[in-house]
Nanobody, 120 residues
Framework: QVRLVESGGGLVQAGGSLRLSCAASGSIFSINTMEWYRQAPGKQREWVAGITSGGNANYADSVKGRFTISRDNAKNTVFLQMISLKPEDTAVYYC??????????????WGQGTQVTVSS
């Protein structure tokens, strides 16, 4: 079993910055992609950014240029650096890990979420 624990959320004013962390523990072998999703009140969960074990990163258009995803494979941790935050970034942010131990086998793991609130 894989456990993901997010931290770093909080309340920040518009234009401010936050850095989220997600630490993976447990049976973490063969974890490839790690991602961040977010869910605002009354909205569906949306993908924010993802990074492969090799360091290839991708971003949703809404955060491109403001958010940076990175990972420390040695510490099994993924980060999301967020700058120039906007009120519309307010959401619960979830860490997601894809584990693929063999071809055709895939496990999805989610963290419990961390609240980010951006005040105007």
């Amino acid at each position: 079993q894989v456990r993901l624990v997010e931290s770093g959320g909080g309340l920040v004013q518009a234009g401010g910055s936050l850095r989220l962390s997600c630490a993976a523990s447990g049976s973490i072998f063969s974890i490839n992609t790690m991602e961040w999703y977010r869910q605002a009140p009354g909205k569906q969960r949306e993908w924010v950014a993802g990074i492969t074990s090799g360091g290839n990163a991708n971003y949703a258009d809404s955060v491109k240029g403001r958010f940076t995803i990175s990972r420390d494979n040695a510490k099994n941790t993924v980060f999301l650096q967020m700058i120039s935050l906007k009120p519309e970034d307010t959401a619960v942010y979830y860490c997601h890990a894809v584990q693929a131990p063999r071809v055709g086998i895939r496990y999805d793991h989610w963290g419990q979420g961390t609240q980010v609130t951006v005040s105007s």
